[in-house]
């Protein structure tokens, strides 16, 4: 009867799941913009993608756009709607899904970089992968995004479609191992997971982030955090190799003494196949580098130089993975959590302070006393309107993004941080709790 019961609860919570995730009014609730008036688009509907994409013999074109988020905003309206170049391949080429919420998604199906504001995959009706696009870094939101390369990578994609089922071999490993859940609900680590299963609104919207979140919170639970653990998604440039962003293939520049300069590489080279996966795009590299440890690595690459293929080894040294994760929204669930806003201080307030031409300061503007750290800091005598003028005995010199990453790497929950504060015209040694 037990399990009578489980299963009757799983197959409702799954109805209203596939409710939702069809319901023809979501683009209303979202005020999606960019996709309104336009027809090419299927609406966050994979079942109905997959079966147009079985009849025509197309390729499946997904974006995920979390529609509440600034960054990525013009490069998605480029996409949805404004590039007559992606209108015409998305219209003619591809059957194209617009998928804006992460409720429903087969996290086994689609496997990227979830910290990402936007991102594309490329799937064949039967779920293979054909490719993925979409890269960000501390740089900015679309720092790697262009119309150029997109379009790039949709031209490599039909190729990939063409020659279907005879590369098999090569799009293997481009599709992720199996995860124990099937969707972000079921994810062991996701809060809030009633206000979730509401019906979608732009309030409670399970963004991309969200999953990285939940990944991070089942792993702390079960004392499986290492600084490897932060290390998703390393860029070609953690190897030495600078791509064309216009490209995704092409190698513009080989940093000196590099990974990439010791095997050989040079400037010109095209990359087509990486561990034996077809590479359409700079996210393809990625997903590569993704699966692979943080140590040394063999790893094989094919690069037509000059017309002619040829197969190079590059070795990588250990922590080769080791990058810039500032800018990562899941950044902000990792503990220590601050909780605390601090932007730098304005110039008139430098001046108050007597600080030297150069020096900086931060003000604390906000305290969220939802969060542990920051009701610690409150308890232990932090003010709203307090300037921070040291961190560690040191003047300032990283803004608030690039102290919360700097604390996550070299801090434990139960560490202290030391500041020197500046409050009403005095200095105050401050060691701020962290949790």
Same mark, same amino acid.
């Given at each position: 009867?037990?399990?009578?019961?489980? !299963?009757?609860? #799983?197959? /409702? &919570?799954?109805?209203?799941?596939?409710?939702?995730?069809?319901?023809?009014?979501?683009?209303?609730?979202?005020? %999606?913009?960019?996709?309104?008036?336009?027809?090419?688009?299927?609406?966050? *509907?994979?079942?109905?993608?997959?079966?147009?994409?079985?009849?025509?013999?197309?390729? /499946?074109?997904?974006?995920?756009?979390?529609?509440? #988020?600034?960054? #990525?905003?013009?490069? %998605?309206?480029?996409?949805?709607?404004?590039?007559? @170049? /992606?209108?015409?391949?998305?219209?003619?080429?591809?059957?194209?899904?617009?998928?804006?919420?992460?409720?429903?998604?087969?996290?086994?199906?689609?496997?990227?970089?979830?910290?990402?504001?936007?991102?594309?995959?490329?799937?064949?009706?039967?779920?293979?992968?054909?490719?993925?696009?979409?890269?960000?870094?501390?740089?900015?939101?679309? &720092?790697?995004?262009?119309?150029? !390369?997109?379009?790039?990578?949709?031209? @490599?994609?039909?190729?990939?479609?063409?020659?279907?089922?005879?590369?098999?071999?090569?799009?293997? =490993?481009?599709?992720?191992?199996? $995860?124990?859940?099937?969707?972000?609900?079921?994810?062991?680590?996701?809060?809030?997971?009633?206000?979730?299963?509401?019906?979608?609104?732009?309030?409670? #919207?399970?963004?991309?982030?969200?999953?990285?979140?939940?990944?991070?919170?089942?792993?702390?639970?079960?004392?499986?955090?290492?600084?490897?653990?932060?290390?998703?998604?390393?860029?070609?440039?953690?190897?030495?190799?600078?791509? =064309?962003?216009? =490209?995704?293939?092409?190698?513009?520049?080989?940093?000196?003494?590099?990974?990439?300069?010791?095997?050989?590489?040079?400037?010109?080279?095209?990359?087509?196949?990486?561990?034996?996966?077809?590479?359409? !795009?700079?996210?393809?590299?990625?997903?590569?580098?993704?699966?692979?440890?943080?140590?040394?690595? @063999?790893?094989?690459? %094919?690069?037509?130089?000059? +017309?002619?293929?040829?197969?190079?080894?590059?070795?990588?040294?250990?922590?080769?993975?080791?990058?810039?994760?500032?800018?990562?929204?899941?950044?902000?669930?990792?503990?220590?959590?601050?909780?605390?806003?601090?932007?730098?201080?304005? %110039?008139?307030?430098?001046?108050?302070?007597?600080?030297?031409?150069?020096?900086?300061?931060?003000?604390?503007?906000?305290?969220?006393?939802?969060?542990?750290?920051?009701?610690?800091?409150?308890?232990?005598?932090?003010?709203?309107?307090?300037?921070?003028?040291?961190?560690?005995?040191?003047?300032?010199?990283? *803004?608030?993004?690039?102290?919360?990453?700097?604390?996550?790497?070299?801090?434990?929950? +139960?560490? $202290?941080?030391?500041?020197?504060?500046?409050?009403?015209?005095?200095?105050?040694?401050?060691?701020?709790?962290?949790?």
């Amino acid at each position: 009867m037990k399990s009578l019961l489980c !299963s009757l609860s #799983c197959f /409702i &919570a799954s109805s209203f799941l596939c409710q939702i995730h069809a319901d023809p009014a979501l683009l209303n609730r979202l005020n %999606d913009e960019h996709a309104r008036g336009v027809s090419h688009w299927i609406y966050n *509907d994979l079942s109905k993608a997959k079966a147009e994409a079985k009849r025509l013999n197309q390729p /499946i074109f997904v974006t995920f756009r979390c529609v509440p #988020c600034h960054a #990525c905003k013009g490069f %998605d309206a480029e996409v949805a709607k404004g590039s007559d @170049r /992606i209108t015409r391949l998305a219209t003619e080429k591809f059957v194209s899904l617009r998928q804006v919420e992460m409720k429903g998604v087969d996290l086994s199906q689609f496997q990227f970089d979830y910290d990402l504001n936007w991102a594309a995959m490329f799937i064949n009706a039967d779920g293979t992968v054909y490719g993925r696009y979409g890269t960000q870094s501390a740089e900015g939101a679309d &720092a790697y995004n262009s119309v150029d !390369s997109l379009e790039k990578t949709m031209q @490599r994609v039909l190729q990939l479609h063409e020659n279907y089922p005879n590369n098999k071999a090569f799009l293997a =490993d481009k599709k992720g191992k199996p $995860k124990p859940y099937k969707t972000a609900i079921e994810m062991p680590g996701l809060p809030n997971k009633r206000k979730y299963q509401q019906q979608t609104e732009r309030s409670n #919207c399970i963004h991309c982030h969200n999953i990285h979140d939940a990944e991070y919170n089942d792993a702390y639970a079960k004392g499986q955090i290492t600084k490897d653990f932060h290390w998703r998604y390393p860029l070609p440039e953690n190897v030495g190799l600078v791509i =064309d962003r216009d =490209d995704g293939q092409l190698i513009k520049n080989v940093k000196t003494g590099s990974a990439a300069s010791l095997a050989g590489l040079q400037s010109g080279d095209q990359i087509v196949v990486i561990n034996g996966q077809a590479i359409t !795009s700079i996210a393809d590299i990625q997903w590569v580098f993704h699966n692979l440890s943080n140590g040394p690595e @063999r790893i094989r690459l %094919d690069v037509v130089r000059n +017309g002619v293929v040829k197969k190079v080894n590059l070795i990588t040294k250990q922590d080769w993975k080791k990058t810039d994760f500032s800018w990562r929204g899941s950044l902000w669930n990792m503990k220590p959590k601050m909780g605390i806003w601090m932007p730098f201080a304005e %110039d008139r307030d430098l001046k108050r302070l007597g600080l030297a031409s150069g020096e900086k300061a931060m003000q604390v503007k906000w305290i969220n006393h939802s969060v542990p750290t920051a009701q610690a800091a409150r308890q232990a005598g932090l003010r709203t309107g307090d300037f921070i003028i040291a961190v560690e005995g040191k003047p300032i010199t990283m *803004d608030h993004r690039e102290l919360n990453y700097h604390i996550k790497l070299n801090y434990k929950p +139960g560490d $202290k941080l030391p500041m020197t504060l500046w409050r009403n015209g005095k200095k105050i040694k401050f060691e701020c709790p962290l949790k």
